[in-house]
């Protein structure tokens, strides 16, 4: 089923490591699709080639979304913890 999230904040360029941590904690082992700026999340899925078909039962160009694999243990590594 796909998701749909709005991260709130001012309309800047936003990257999916600054996507909240508690709802990426919920796609764990999951493959996630989010909108070309990072704000939604727009499906996610264990397999590449559903999480396809769900972007585009969304509406989405799934050549225009970022692809992002969360980790399935419980740490999460964001963008001050990978630089």
Do not use: C, N, Y
């Not at 996507?19 to 919920?26: A, C, D, H, M, N």
């Not at 996610?44 to 078909?53: A, F, G, K, M, Y």
């Amino acid at each position: 089923m796909p998701h749909s999230q709005q991260t709130s904040g001012p309309p800047v360029q936003v990257t999916p490591d600054d996507f909240p941590l508690e709802e990426l904690r919920k796609h764990r082992g999951h493959w996630v699709a989010f909108s070309a700026d990072g704000r939604r999340l727009i499906a996610s899925s264990t397999e590449l080639s559903t999480l396809d078909v769900l972007v585009r039962t969304a509406g989405e160009d799934p050549e225009q979304v970022l692809l992002e694999r969360i980790p399935d243990g419980e740490f999460i590594a964001s963008g001050l913890e990978l630089s």
